[in-house]
Structures are given as structure tokens and as C-alpha cells.
């Protein structure tokens, strides 16, 4: 799989594609990274990528025709609207980096990892040219409700998510099936979870929460520890350091679902939840 990252500040990856899986996979030929100065496609003397807004306003936007010109270098061809994709275009995504494009999950990143190549373009100042959204990126992405300085940041965390969803990127293939967010399932009818009369972190109402999924699904990763057995005064959880790997599978289970109701209730299927309290309750 090829990335393609278009920047005004090339320098900035030289850092994070030198460590973790991103290097080992690039090492291993699963990757290929190209880092692209989208100053080279400026025209003036002073390499400028920036004008004021039409219409007045605070702040720099990106100019159009260096992106555009950056892309269709790396293409080696025309882009026309970059939304009529052809046929032959569908293996190829070009992503800007944007606080107004649609949230990046690990839906996404799963999505992703069926492309052969990816060219992100990573705006600076106030924005970018909406020309550029409209009609050369295929896909506006944000990684979150938060602004940054500029895409570089979100453009290396979409790459490192993407790689280790790869045949080969990681060590143990199970570690990206066991994550959180494996599976988002229960992410698909997010509504505020109402808590109910039910002990939720019993055991029985979360086993009874997996059965009636089948499967893991939607849940953050359990919590996880190492030694020293003792540290400051606080202890690993006996049923870790017991051997029995059924109850450590439960008690995995029973974390994982507590853990998401404290911190991610969102990813909870609140109609779901309902059913297994119904279930619980019958005679």
C-alpha cells in the first residue's frame, strides 16, 4: 500500500515514520511513504501557498493550484472532479485533512485498508480552498470535535491506524482483532445511554450482554497489567495472577463492558442493553 503526503512542512514526518510498526512495515515492504512539498507547485519567487479569503476575514487560506498540481504529479495525470471517479480510480483515495470533514473511526481505517494508495493533503492557516474538498478530494476526514495547527498530526495517526490493520504489520495478527473499537457494531445506533435498575457490572448481566451479541463488539479494551504484582500500594486483580483462564475471561469481559459505560457510554446500544435487562428479569 502506497501513502501519498502533501505538506508545506516535509520535514515534520521525518520523526514518525521512523519508529513503531510504521517503520517496521515500511521496512518490510508493506508500505511505501512519499512526502511531497506542495511549495514545489508554486509559480512565484517567494513559493507561495497562501492568499487572503475572498470576502474578507481573519487569516490565510491555502491556495488551490499547488494542491492540485501536487496531486496530479503523483497521479502523473489530470484529476478533473476528483468526485467522478472512474473505475479505475476506485483503489485510490485522496483525503484532506480537515476540522469540517466526516469523523475517522476504525470503520474507516478498515475501509482504508482495501485501497492500494492514499494521498492525504494536509491544510495549514484557516483552511484550504473549498475547491480542493469539492472537487479533488474524493473524502474530507477529521479526527475529532478539536482544531489543529495543520493535517500533519491527523494524516500520521490515519497512516499508523490504516498499516497495522495489514496483513503482516503486526507481530500477533490477534492484537488488532482484540482492540478497542474491533469491531463497532454497536456504534451504528449511538444514542445517551439510560442507566437501569440492573447491576450492570455483574457478571451475570454481562454475560448475558455477550450472549445476546454472540460476539465482542463496540466495547473499549479491558484493562491490563504487569508486574511488579505490587506498585505503591496497589495490587493486581487476584483473578489475573490465578490461573484460571475462564475466570479471567469473564472478569476481562465484565471490565471491558465497565470501562465503556464509564468512559464511552456513546458506543452502547441503548435498545440492546434494554433487551438483556428484559431478559434478566424474566422468571
Known amino acids: 500500500m ?6 508545506i512542512f516535509p520535514e515534520f514526518f521525518a ?5 513503531g510498526i510504521v517503520r517496521r512495515a515500511r521496512e518490510a515492504g508493506l508500505i ?3 512526502v511531497q512539498d506542495s511549495r ?9 501557498v497562501d492568499d487572503r479569503p475572498f470576502g474578507g476575514g481573519e487569516g490565510m487560506v491555502m ?11 503523483l497521479l502523473g495525470r489530470g484529476v478533473g472532479d476528483a468526485r467522478a471517479q472512474t473505475e479505475s ?12 470533514g466526516k469523523r475517522f473511526t476504525q470503520e474507516t481505517a478498515r475501509r482504508y485498508r482495501e485501497l492500494e494508495r492514499m494521498i492525504f493533503i494536509c491544510g495549514r492557516y484557516e483552511g484550504v480552498d473549498e475547491r480542493v474538498a469539492e472537487h479533488l478530494a474524493t473524502e474530507e476526514i477529521s479526527i475529532g470535535d478539536f482544531v489543529l495547527s495543520g493535517g500533519e498530526l491527523p494524516a500520521m495517526l490515519v497512516v499508523d491506524a490504516v498499516t497495522r490493520l495489514l496483513p503482516g504489520a503486526l507481530g500477533n495478527e490477534a492484537s488488532a482483532q482484540n482492540e478497542s473499537f474491533a469491531d463497532d457494531g454497536l456504534g451504528q445506533q449511538l444514542n445517551e445511554f439510560r442507566r437501569s435498575s440492573a447491576s450492570l457490572a455483574s457478571v451475570a448481566y454481562v454475560k448475558k450482554f455477550y450472549e445476546t451479541l454472540d460476539v465482542r463488539q463496540g466495547l473499549l479494551d479491558y484493562p491490563h497489567y504487569t508486574r511488579p504484582a505490587e506498585y505503591r500500594g496497589w495490587t493486581v486483580p487476584e483473578v489475573l495472577i490465578g490461573g484460571n483462564h475462564e475466570e479471567i475471561r469473564e472478569w476481562r469481559q465484565a471490565m471491558a463492558f465497565e470501562k465503556t459505560l464509564r468512559n464511552r457510554p456513546d458506543l452502547l446500544n441503548t435498545a440492546l442493553l434494554s433487551k438483556v435487562e428484559r431478559d434478566l428479569r424474566k422468571p
Open 89 to 100: 480510480d476506485a483503489r485510490t483515495a485522496i483525503v484532506l485533512l480537515s476540522a469540517a
Open 63 to 73: 491556495k488551490p493550484e499547488p494542491l492540485f498540481e501536487a496531486v496530479e504529479a
Open 2 to 7: 502506497r501513502f501519498d503526503l502533501i505538506t
Open 32 to 34: 511505501e511513504v512519499h
Open 15 to 19: 520523526g514518525p515514520l521512523e519508529h
Open 40 to 48: 514545489e507547485f508554486t509559480k512565484d519567487r517567494h513559493r507561495t
